[in-house]
């Protein structure tokens, strides 16, 4: 997955040739899509309540996990239900702390 990825992936620098498969960068509308299901999705006691999702960078073709950045620059892998306010800890996700820990993730992601 090593490739020409900047900090602020989901404005510059990431398209679908820099991902390795299963991933792959979503298009504008699945992008909102995915995010507004989301956001949609976390209920209260999620440990994502609170936390503001700014973008979909990515998304398994496998098993449908999303990347998503938060607005402190760190990521989330989750796995939506397209089932609203769910109860933790659905939506399953990992919080990723840094942009070379999603790299490591995504890189040793399995299903």
């Known amino acids: 997955m090593r490739g020409p990825w900047t900090h602020r992936d989901h404005d510059v620098g990431?398209?679908?040739?820099?991902?390795?498969?299963?991933w792959f960068r979503p298009d504008a509308a699945l992008s909102d899509r995915l995010l507004a299901e989301a956001?949609?999705?976390?209920?209260?006691?999620?440990?994502?309540?609170?936390?503001?999702?700014?973008?979909?960078?990515?998304?398994?073709?496998?098993?449908?996990?999303?990347?998503?950045?938060?607005?402190?620059?760190?990521?989330?892998?989750?796995h939506l239900t397209w089932q609203a306010n769910e109860l933790p800890p659905w939506p399953t996700c990992t919080r990723i702390g840094s942009f070379i820990?999603?790299?490591?993730?995504?890189?040793?992601?399995?299903?």
């Open 39 to 78: 956001r949609r999705e976390i209920g209260p006691g999620h440990e994502l309540e609170g936390v503001e999702l700014v973008a979909c960078v990515a998304r398994c073709s496998g098993c449908d996990d999303t990347v998503i950045r938060c607005a402190d620059d760190s990521y989330t892998v989750i």
């Open 14 to 22: 990431m398209s679908e040739s820099t991902l390795r498969e299963p």
């Open 101 to 111: 820990g999603l790299e490591l993730v995504m890189d040793q992601h399995e299903h």
